[in-house]
């Protein structure tokens, strides 16, 4: 292969590590039935609307006696946003597959879920595999967002199945994609298609976890990424002791990225959006603590420090997240309204919105700055989500405190010097070479995945548990997807979907920044993790997040 760099061609020998007990593969499993299942609330709508996949037991493999599978062609879709270790999932379940039978096929839809709609595919083979194992990134086959809901999408995702004699699909994806799994399982067996349908859980969010899923693919290697940026950053500060750094890091709703990222590297001042939401901190009541910890810091002679924001903050400070929903649901018509949207006057645009939010809203709307209030208005995801990734609020943090910081000086306050930077950890972060731990953790769901459409299941999720411990004694199985769904509303109205797992407060993880903030606000105690290491001593290789190990802790002492 050509054009390689020599991490790339190192990376490409790796041979990620499988639970034993599909190490015999596929034709030698058993599988073992817990009881009955419930979706996690809002029961009697979430069983009406699956009706023929509600309930369906968890499941577990061991390696069992020799056993013939069926030949089977399997369509694989990669979707939402790009998460490392993606590449491995796909070379996994391509391996299962193949080693079972090999005249099984694998075709790769193109773009995300709307290549299945759209017939655009591609059939893998050992080369095309070969150049992609344990890279990161999604361009083996490319992802995209498109919801599937509708009964033309089926219909034709349906069409194409029967044209390539696909009997399974398996889609990749986080809480939303695998929301599209679940319908899509639903519909195909409501309409006897024999087509069977498994996720594996994707998202450096962290989001989707519960009992059964102890973390998505992508979250071990991406905070490690965010965890290197950071650390570095920190040693800049220390170094040049000038410069306020205000670093906000992604994860869409939920603040487990920022949460673990901080773990690892001891910042001043780490925001956590559920906590704001819980304690119903107002915008100007987190202004009010960071300049707290800032003005403390001057007096110590410290005019730098590390900020970590999440996200989603925005979305969770109670008079926004009120607001963003007034506004989600009057986006829906705007954004139809040619009126609206060939308005090029951004002024004109704010009244508009301000007329039509109700009162409260839009006085929250009209205090923010410009600029925020045009990034509130883009486009909303397939999925209704407003994209906060455009949001720029570690630069919303900075003009308001600035300006509190200028109201205290005014009244006479020793303020020191507020020189800032700004910065945004995200897609740095989601196509890394995917650790050791994500390597092997990916590679063993896809395999997973053909586990579960060897017994026959659909509309389950992909599940390898037991994560802290070596990989050989990680314990494969699935999770029906319904039991994880709930009621929401989007886009205006209620629909089904998988419930986000949000950073537990009375947990171990939050627990740890809690009980040392204090601390790391005005000693700095920086941690520098550096860069991940994929060759050399286990103690390094092959450390999980603390977010996963102290999870588990807990998990462990309350067993
Ligand atoms: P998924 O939930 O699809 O895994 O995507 C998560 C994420 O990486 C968020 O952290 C971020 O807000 C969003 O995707 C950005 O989306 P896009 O890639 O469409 O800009």
Not at 160 to 184: E, F, P, Q, R
Not at 240 to 267: D, N
Not at 297 to 306: S, V, W
Request: net charge negative; proline share 4%.
């Amino acid at each position: 292969m050509k054009n390689l760099s020599p991490l790339q061609s190192e990376r490409l020998k790796y041979q990620p590590k499988l639970p034993t007990s599909l190490s015999n593969g596929v034709n030698s499993l058993e599988m073992t039935e817990g009881s009955a299942t419930q979706s996690v609330a809002d029961q009697a709508q979430i069983q009406k609307l699956f009706a023929n996949t509600y309930g369906k037991p968890v499941v577990t493999f061991n390696s069992g006696a020799s056993r013939s599978v069926s030949q089977t062609n399997v369509g694989v879709i990669l979707s939402g946003g790009q998460a490392p270790g993606g590449h491995n999932v796909i070379a996994g379940l391509y391996d299962a597959l193949k080693q079972s039978n090999s005249s099984n096929k694998l075709y790769g839809f193109l773009g995300g879920p709307s290549g299945i709609i759209d017939g655009k595919y591609v059939e893998f083979d050992d080369e095309f595999i070969n150049a992609y194992r344990n890279t990161g990134g999604f361009d083996i086959i490319g992802s995209g967002r498109t919801k599937l809901e509708t009964e033309e999408q089926f219909q034709k995702s349906w069409a194409v199945c029967k044209k390539l004699n696909i009997s399974a699909v398996v889609i990749i994806g986080g809480d939303d994609s695998n929301t599209n799994a679940a319908m899509l399982a639903e519909w195909f067996v409501k309409h006897n298609a024999n087509i069977q349908v498994i996720g594996c859980p994707k998202t450096i969010d962290g989001d989707l976890k519960n009992d059964q899923i102890e973390i998505s693919f992508g979250f071990d290697t991406a905070t490690k990424t965010y965890g290197e940026l950071i650390g570095n950053i920190e040693r800049d500060a220390n170094s040049a002791k000038k410069y306020w750094h205000f670093v906000k890091i992604m994860g869409r709703s939920a603040s487990h990225v920022a949460l673990e990222a901080a773990l690892q590297t001891q910042p001043n001042i780490t925001l956590i959006s559920e906590e704001v939401e819980q304690n119903k901190m107002s915008l100007n009541s987190i202004i009010e603590y960071m300049t707290e910890i800032i003005v403390k810091r001057a007096n110590m002679g410290k005019n730098f420090g590390i900020v970590v924001v999440p996200e989603g903050l925005i979305e969770f400070i109670p008079e926004m997240k009120t607001m963003i929903a007034n506004l989600n649901d009057i986006m829906k018509d705007l954004e139809q309204d040619p009126a609206f949207t060939n308005t090029t006057s951004t002024r004109e645009k704010f009244d508009v919105v301000e007329n039509r939010l109700d009162d409260k809203n839009a006085e929250v709307y009209e205090s923010l700055p410009a600029l925020i209030k045009s990034q509130l208005l883009m486009d909303r995801d397939p999925h209704g989500n407003v994209q906060v990734s455009k949001i720029e609020t570690e630069k919303l943090l900075i003009a308001m405190i600035k300006s509190r910081l200028e109201e205290l000086k005014s009244q006479g306050e020793y303020i020191g010097k507020f020189s800032t930077q700004a910065h945004f950890f995200g897609y740095e972060g989601r196509c890394a070479f995917p650790s050791n731990f994500d390597a092997d953790y990916c590679y063993s769901l896809g395999y997973n995945a053909y586990a579960l459409i060897s017994f026959g299941l659909t509309g389950y999720l992909s599940s390898v548990k037991n994560l802290t411990s070596p990989a050989s004694e990680w314990v494969a199985g699935g999770v029906p997807l319904t039991m994880m769904m709930n009621m929401e509303r989007r886009n205006g109205e209620m629909k089904p979907v998988i419930k986000k797992a949000l950073v537990e407060l009375n947990g171990p993880v939050f627990k740890k920044l809690q009980d040392n903030r204090e601390d790391w606000a005005l000693n700095d105690r920086y941690l520098f993790p550096g860069a991940i290491q994929y060759f050399g001593p286990s103690s390094v290789c092959d450390i999980t997040t603390q977010t996963l190990a102290l999870e588990k802790s807990k998990e462990l002492v309350n067993a």
